[in-house]
């Protein structure tokens, strides 16, 4: 078997280009995964430990945990989109690898060796060059957590982190990473495995399209203009290629489009937050009291007790506030800015993430849960500023709901800090802002990392396409460039088509990203508990366009040139022989 080897190995050397943004590939979802999973594992290990044995575990060590909960599904979805994507794309180059060396697999049988030694030592080769990826990606990621680590520290105020990686994880990122590409690439190998030698040394028959295939192709390439047609039939006939260049399009979209949602979600989260307000300070009673008291200055007493939300099968937590009066220190808003008054009797005003994640629309009718009693009651109203997992009553139905004798308080909004209430705990206008300042920073890191992340991908990707038809299409660039034609010439008929083709997927996969995109923000909002709006406008995709034919441009110039080396006289010769 080690000659099989020597020549599966020089035959991969020579394709340098495709192997490395494979090599790239890997390595980028090992490193996504592990930048993220090494701050958690640590730190997670020391937290848990902690709660099993009962120990004190401080409010923000409990924010710190839900975090790193979320962080692992962040995680988790790096390592699964990432590996897809590096799957496929080994897939696609190990499907024109073996269509590209039919002989020297019709030798290897030929000389007795079987399909299984042949499929051992691909999948041998490919695992060793995915687990390299795999060790880089480890170890990069390993040292870059210490980003992540210190914006836990400027979080949570917490300074005793540390890293780690549980070893279920670790073999979780292997079996995704390695043994995946391992598998990707044996696969195309099936269409070998009844094939005689004799076959594949007088060369594998072309696949031909039936006349359906046929049909469809010539009404698709009819639409185009006439300058694209025949490359556009020519490109029709390979639809794993044109799968390809969708895939890379949409993920590079989608990837774009939640960095940039995320950004502007942040931003609107802090605009909402602060809209309507006009308070200095937040006075939060530990106990009820009544009744109310004689206040100097613009204050207003509010009444505030934990609930739940039955609403289609789904138990909501949230926090209901009633007001003693309207006042101007807290106005309340709807999603069309206009000013809302106090809630009546048997009405209810939600916040804008129960109806945008669960579905609540306005006049429907809600079940509110308190000690296992069920108060229905219409929702009038869909708050735009209302505070995060906050729902608004009238103060007479939540005192009634909490079975509490009013006139009761345990919250107080004022401008001035009462001297009877100077030790309770109240929250500084200062703080408050300090605090969403904090999250919309962190919002915008991971923001800035989706960006990278979808810019490097997507790039690859659209390298990777457009290199592997290079390649198929080397025969044909020699049989043109002896007829006279030039760089330019050929790479309007082989290459050029890729750029209205790629502008047609952008087209046709941009409702479908958004969709995707929706989701996953909705997903995630869900299971982290923190609401992240999805926003997006006609700027951003006409930007998101523009940057994608920015880089098509620029892989085109690289081809440009690879077109043009060809036609000297020792790379025809080269290619020839």
């Not at 750029?499 to 997927?505: D, F, G, Q, T």
Request: aromatic content about 14%.
């Amino acid at each position: 078997m080690s000659s099989v080897y020597k020549q599966i190995y020089k035959s991969l050397l020579y394709e340098k280009a495709a192997v490395s943004v494979l090599f790239f590939l890997s390595c980028l979802g090992s490193f996504m995964y592990f930048f993220v999973q090494v701050s958690i594992d640590g730190n997670l290990t020391h937290l848990t430990y902690k709660k099993a044995m009962a120990l004190t575990i401080n409010s923000s060590e409990k924010e710190f945990l839900i975090a790193l909960h979320s962080n692992q599904i962040l995680a988790t979805t790096f390592l699964i989109i990432l590996s897809l994507i590096a799957a496929f794309a080994f897939y696609m180059f190990y499907k024109k690898y073996y269509r590209n060396h039919i002989k020297e697999i019709g030798c290897y049988k030929a000389f007795g060796y079987s399909n299984k030694q042949i499929i051992v030592v691909v999948f041998f080769i490919t695992s060793s060059l995915s687990f390299i990826a795999f060790i880089v990606g480890f170890v990069l990621g390993w040292i870059c957590s210490d980003v992540l680590l210190q914006l836990y520290r400027s979080s949570f105020d917490i300074e005793l982190l540390q890293k780690g990686i549980f070893p279920s994880n670790l073999g979780l990122g292997f079996l995704f990473i390695v043994v995946l590409s391992g598998i990707m690439a044996i696969v195309p190998y099936y269409k070998f495995l009844k094939l005689e030698p004799s076959s594949l040394l007088r060369n594998f028959p072309e696949e031909h399209q039936n006349k359906w295939e046929v049909f469809i192709n010539h009404k698709l390439s009819y639409v185009a203009p006439v300058k694209y047609r025949s490359s556009l039939r020519m490109i029709l006939r390979k639809p794993f290629a044109v799968a390809l260049v969708f895939l890379s399009v949409s993920f590079f979209t989608v990837l774009w489009i939640i960095s940039i949602s995320l950004n502007l979600s942040s931003q609107y989260i802090y605009e909402t937050q602060t809209l309507g307000r006009s308070y200095k300070y937040d006075i939060q009673l530990e106990e009820y009291q009544q009744p109310y008291q004689s206040l100097k200055g613009d204050s207003n007493f509010y009444l505030n007790g934990k609930i739940g939300i039955s609403w289609r099968g789904n138990v909501i937590n949230q926090q209901a506030i009633g007001f003693h009066k309207k006042t101007n220190l807290f106005q309340l808003y709807t999603l069309d800015h206009k000013e809302l008054f106090l809630p009546k009797d048997k009405e209810v005003y939600i916040n804008e993430a129960l109806s945008e994640l669960y579905g609540i629309r306005q006049n429907d009718f809600i079940d509110i849960l308190v000690n296992n009693k069920n108060y229905k009651v219409k929702v009038a109203a869909i708050v735009k500023n209302a505070e995060i997992n906050t729902i608004y009553l009238s103060e007479t139905q939540l005192a009634s709901i909490l079975s509490l004798d009013e006139p009761i308080y345990n919250g107080i909004l004022s401008n001035t800090i009462p001297k009877e209430y100077q030790n309770e705990l109240i929250i500084t206008e200062k703080e408050r802002l300090a605090l969403l300042q904090k999250n919309n920073v962190s919002n915008r890191i991971s923001a800035v990392i989706n960006q990278l992340l979808g810019c490097v991908t997507g790039c690859l990707l659209l390298y990777l396409v457009i290199l592997l038809n290079f390649q198929e299409c080397t025969r044909n660039i020699l049989i043109l460039n002896m007829l006279g034609y030039t760089a330019k010439s050929i790479n309007k008929m082989l290459i050029s088509i890729y750029k209205p083709l790629m502008n047609v997927a952008f087209v046709i996969m941009l409702p479908l990203s958004i969709i995707v995109c929706q989701f996953i923000q909705k997903k995630l909002s869900i299971e982290t508990g923190d609401y992240i709006p999805f926003q997006t406008n006609l700027i951003i995709i006409v930007g998101i366009w523009l940057l994608l034919n920015l880089l098509y441009h620029l892989i085109q110039l690289r081809f440009n040139n690879k077109v043009a080396n060809i036609q000297t006289t020792e790379q025809t010769k080269k290619y020839i022989m």
